[in-house]
């Protein structure tokens, strides 16, 4: 069974910071696109953030568009997601995946194969 390990989430006030990392095997990261997710308290699942196997290709939700940056890092077989300008309404639990079509337009959680257990990020204002 293949893992992702997310780590990096925390509590941080409105406006700043944080950085998601996922680390996975090296199997994983090479042949699967990979994507956050996030989870509000008595909300749905919602899809934040993509990013081709190559990393060439990226995909936003409109809500975090241009506060958000996902990457890769291949040394260490890890994505990451940068966040920036944090709002109280980022609060949730975010959840890395991946999946085997390989694309980063993929947005649906039935897209993804494998899943994180989830890290908690909690913006106050």
């Known amino acids: 069974q293949e893992q992702l390990v997310e780590s990096g989430g925390g509590l941080v006030q409105a406006g700043g910071s944080l950085t998601l990392s996922c680390a996975t095997s090296?199997?994983?990261?090479?042949?699967?696109?990979m994507g956050w997710f996030r989870q509000a308290p008595g909300k749905e699942r919602e899809f934040v953030a993509a990013?081709?196997?190559?990393?060439?290709?990226?995909n936003y939700a409109d809500s975090v568009k241009a506060r958000f940056t996902i990457s890769r890092g291949s040394a260490k077989n890890t994505v990451y997601l940068q966040m920036n300008r944090l709002k109280p309404e980022d609060t949730a639990v975010y959840y890395c995946?991946?999946?085997?079509?390989?694309?980063?337009?993929?947005?649906?959680?039935?897209?993804?194969?494998?899943w994180g257990q989830g890290t908690q990020v909690t913006v106050s204002s």
């Open positions: 995946a991946a999946s085997s079509w390989n694309s980063a337009s993929r947005t649906a959680r039935t897209d993804y194969n494998y």
């Open positions: 090296g199997r994983i990261f090479s042949t699967y696109a």
């Open positions: 990013i081709s196997t190559t990393g060439g290709t990226t």
